[in-house]
């Protein structure tokens, strides 16, 4: 009777599972499997295709502007990362506080996030308009500058313009995240310090951070994952430049499809990120993983 | 009846509406535009389907994802039966299979003498043609008259040389109050083929080989060229947004009124005298150094892609749009250059500018190249960044021996 029940569990518990399943295959495993059957092949955007085993790879090895893509592509991470962190992490103490304003904050500082990055980024092309747009105003206004600032003149100050306008973009994401690691400490904990007469730096110091390792570890990985995959900021902010200084390396894989017509190499190169993503993704949580 | 009952009927009636829609869907003829041609394309198709059996779907793609949908419809096997596409694609389609060979059809045509030999040349591989001319557009150089007389230059005399722009942008910039005297897209290798090499063209000189399988921009015309836009810009001339526009303000800042000179297509003729009546504005063919015109023969080519199912009515479409009366009624009548040269004055008869725009465009070129999206349109392409090395960068010799050296590069490339 028990064995049969549970047969019976399993069949209904792979049922309820299976929709799931189907979806993943469908729009995961299956696309991957196509991409890495292309990244074996010369398979142009138009016209015949052709096996050539492991040629696209070898030919990535040697690729320079590959590397230089993902290089850039790093120091975006580097810089977009904890300038996300620091932003939500303040953001989530303070409305973490119960308080008659605190979900009204809640939603004003996840707003942007609902907001897709392609119209962002569209939004913040016009803010940062020399000719209209509001930031050059302003520091006209305020005679801080005699003429309006060229924000993506130079690949800095390009590159610094888009990780202002991530943060701006997705702060209250990973505010959430932190928040949901914060309220799940319970309250006990705090009280016992505040009896020993711990202060609020003491309580940060010993009780929050510590046992925020795993939500630090999941937003980092959530962080890291989406900053590699960069593509519709830059796509429409700089179209890479000046003078190709901002193309990260999805825009490289973007372009060895679309505009050099390489889909085959564009595989490869896909290929070769999830590599890495994934290698990175388990030294991340490694290196958080809880003590327990 | 019961609820049950009901519903099964309701769900019934409404999957025999959905087949029924899906038949529809599928017995139209589909057709593909880029957003460029959906003013144009969007009444015309009205009118077809207004007045033939054979109904056409039209779908707007937006201009710099078309390539790509084509791209990934083609892999699927799910084609247009009708595509306008940019003409300088058309090579690339042609070369790699993806258009139906109409040669004898095109021969047939009683007015095909009078077809734009831009289209054509672009539209034929290896003597066999694969596409017909749909839209028309000419490059040409823009000038404020307002800004010219207060700048006590001539209104009615535009430049005709280099040194004259130069002179003339000069004396604009003086005005002051933000005022400048040129401008140009400096991150937009589409923008740059369109405006700038006309310039090369006028002096005598050319990016590509005939055969378009070499580069020539080591020829002195392309250096002088690219000099005579980096003086302009290093002595002020330009506004600073230049540097980083990527053909977001390509005529944008223009229609501010505070900009002498810019390239630009003939469209502008009529968002100015729609949009900017304010702003009294003439325009000139490209000069070359010394004299000469040049510009760039652009728009779309109408083609029927392999695996089209209704390729006989597409046919007929693409004919019927190069009618008589379609071309002066839906292209020539609202603006657009019609594509046959016989039918010019319709276009131009009632205002002298367009004109001058229909003649740039019937002597203007377009590249051959089926690497032109990498060589050329590409925005981080070698194109493009020649002209951002060379012009704000300075070092005109190295700009150019890198963008020749990656030009044969791409050529050269399967």
Not at chain 1, 269 to 283: D, P
Not at chain 2, 98 to 122: C, E, G, V, W, Y
Not at chain 2, 355 to 369: E, H, N, R, T, V
Request: a neutral charge; hydrophobic letters at 45%; one cysteine or more.
């Amino acid at each position: 009777m028990i064995a049969s029940l549970s047969r019976r569990q399993a069949i209904a518990g792979g049922l309820f599972v299976a929709p799931c399943l189907a979806m993943i295959a469908v729009f995961f495993f299956v696309p991957l499997a196509m991409t890495l059957w292309m990244s074996l092949h010369d398979w142009p955007l138009f016209g015949p295709r052709s096996f050539s085993g492991l040629a696209n790879y070898v030919q990535l090895l040697q690729d320079a502007s590959f590397w230089d893509s993902l290089w850039f592509t790093t120091r975006y991470t580097l810089l977009v990362t904890p300038a996300l962190f620091i932003a939500a992490f303040i953001l989530a103490l303070v409305v973490q506080q119960p308080g008659r304003l605190s979900g009204l904050f809640r939603t004003a500082y996840f707003l942007p996030v609902v907001i897709g990055m392609s119209a962002a980024s569209l939004l913040w092309v016009w803010l940062y308009n020399d000719q209209v747009g509001i930031f050059s105003a302003i520091l006209m206004q305020l005679h801080l500058i005699d003429e309006p600032v060229q924000w993506f003149d130079s690949a800095n100050s390009a590159l610094l313009s888009i990780v202002a306008m991530v943060t701006w973009k997705m702060t209250g994401f990973t505010m959430v995240l932190l928040l949901v690691g914060m309220q799940a400490i319970p309250e006990d904990l705090y009280e016992a310090a505040r009896i020993d007469g711990a202060n609020r730096w003491h309580q940060l110091r010993y009780i929050t951070l510590p046992l925020m390792r795993q939500t630090f570890a999941l937003a980092l990985t959530v962080s890291v994952i989406g900053s590699y995959l960069a593509f519709d900021q830059f796509y429409i902010m700089t179209h890479g430049g000046p003078q190709n200084s901002t193309i990260p390396v999805v825009f490289w894989i973007y372009r060895a499809a679309f505009t050099y017509s390489r889909v085959g190499y564009a595989s490869a190169m896909s290929v070769v990120l999830l590599l890495i993503l994934i290698v990175m993704s388990f030294v991340q949580l490694y290196l958080l993983r809880s003590d327990d | 009846m019961n609820f049950s009952g009901r519903a099964t009927l309701q769900l019934g009636a409404s999957l025999l509406m959905l087949a029924s829609a899906w038949a529809q869907a599928d017995d139209n003829v589909t057709f593909w535009v880029r957003m460029q041609d959906s003013a144009v394309a969007q009444p015309l198709v009205k009118a077809w389907n207004g007045s033939h059996k054979e109904q056409i779907s039209l779908t707007v793609i937006p201009n710099d994802d078309f390539i790509t949908k084509f791209g990934t419809a083609a892999a699927s096997g799910n084609v247009p039966d009708i595509l306008a596409v940019d003409l300088i694609y058309v090579p690339q389609l042609a070369k790699a299979g993806q258009l139906t060979d109409i040669t004898d059809k095109a021969k047939a045509l009683p007015f095909a003498n009078t077809l734009s030999k831009a289209h054509m040349r672009l539209a034929n591989a290896n003597g066999r043609q694969y596409a017909l001319p749909f839209s028309a557009e000419g490059s040409v150089l823009l000038y404020n008259k307002g800004l010219y007389k207060k700048a006590g230059l001539d209104p009615n005399n535009p430049p005709k040389d280099w040194a004259t722009i130069e002179a003339n942008a000069k004396k604009i910039t003086a005005l002051g109050g933000g005022v400048k005297g040129f401008y140009f897209s400096g991150a937009c290798g589409g923008c740059q083929i369109f405006t700038f090499a006309p310039y090369i063209w006028a002096s005598g000189g050319d990016i590509l080989s005939a055969d378009g399988k070499t580069a020539t921009l080591d020829k002195p015309q392309v250096k002088d060229a690219l000099e005579f836009y980096h003086r302009m810009w290093s002595s002020g001339q330009i506004s600073a947004g230049s540097k980083t526009d990527n053909g977001q303000n390509f005529i944008n800042t223009f229609l501010t009124g505070k900009v002498g000179m810019v390239g630009t297509g003939a469209f502008a003729i009529g968002l100015l005298k729609r949009e900017h009546p304010e702003i009294d504005f003439g325009i000139t063919p490209f000069p070359g150094e010394k004299g000469g015109t040049g510009s760039f023969a652009g728009g779309d080519s109408i083609a029927i892609p392999k695996g089209s199912k209704h390729a006989d009515v597409a046919y007929q479409f693409m004919t019927w749009c190069l009618s008589d009366a379609v071309q002066t009624e839906y292209f020539a009548k609202n603006g657009s250059i019609p594509v046959r040269s016989d039918l010019g004055p319709a276009y131009y008869k009632d205002d002298p500018r367009l004109k001058i725009a229909f003649d740039a465009f019937s002597a203007g070129q377009a590249p051959y190249s089926d690497k032109f999206p990498q060589l050329i349109n590409d925005n981080n392409g070698p194109w493009a960044t020649l002209v951002q090395d060379a012009v704000y960068g300075g070092d005109v010799n190295a700009a150019v021996k890198k963008a020749q050296t990656r030009f044969n590069e791409i050529l050269s490339s399967k």
